[in-house]
Nanobody
Framework: QVQLVESGGGLVQAGGSLRLSCAAS????????MGWYRQAPGKQRELVAIIANTGSANYADSVKGRFTISRDNGKNMVYLQMNSLKPEDTAVYYC???????????WGQGTQVTVSS
């Protein structure tokens, strides 16, 4: 089992920045990829960014060049630096990871990000 706890959400004006953090605990040695998804009201949950334990990262087209994902394997942390935020980035952001040989998904409880225009 892996537990994920996000922090760092909040309210910011358009053009501003926020940094999300996610702490993993439990069977962290089994973690493979870590990443962030988001879900806006009335919309499906979508991938924002994902990073392998090698450090290789992929991003949704909508956030490329504005968001940066990083991880600290020694601290079992993953981060999402969000710059040049837009109102359409408003959503609940969920930390996620895959773990174990069967690549089971684990999810955090989510943190609200609200970008005002």
């Amino acid at each position: 089992q892996v537990q994920l706890v996000e922090s760092g959400g909040g309210l910011v004006q358009a053009g501003g920045s926020l940094r999300l953090s996610c702490a993993a605990s439990g069977s962290t040695f089994r973690i493979n990829d870590m990443g962030w998804y988001r879900q806006a009201p009335g919309k499906q949950r979508e991938l924002v960014a994902i990073i392998a334990n090698t450090g290789s990262a992929n991003y949704a087209d909508s956030v490329k060049g504005r968001f940066t994902i990083s991880r600290d394997n020694g601290k079992n942390m993953v981060y999402l630096q969000m710059n040049s935020l837009k109102p359409e980035d408003t959503a609940v952001y969920y930390c996620t990871c895959t773990a174990g040989a069967i690549m089971r998904y684990y999810w955090g409880q989510g943190t609200q990000v609200t970008v005002s225009s």
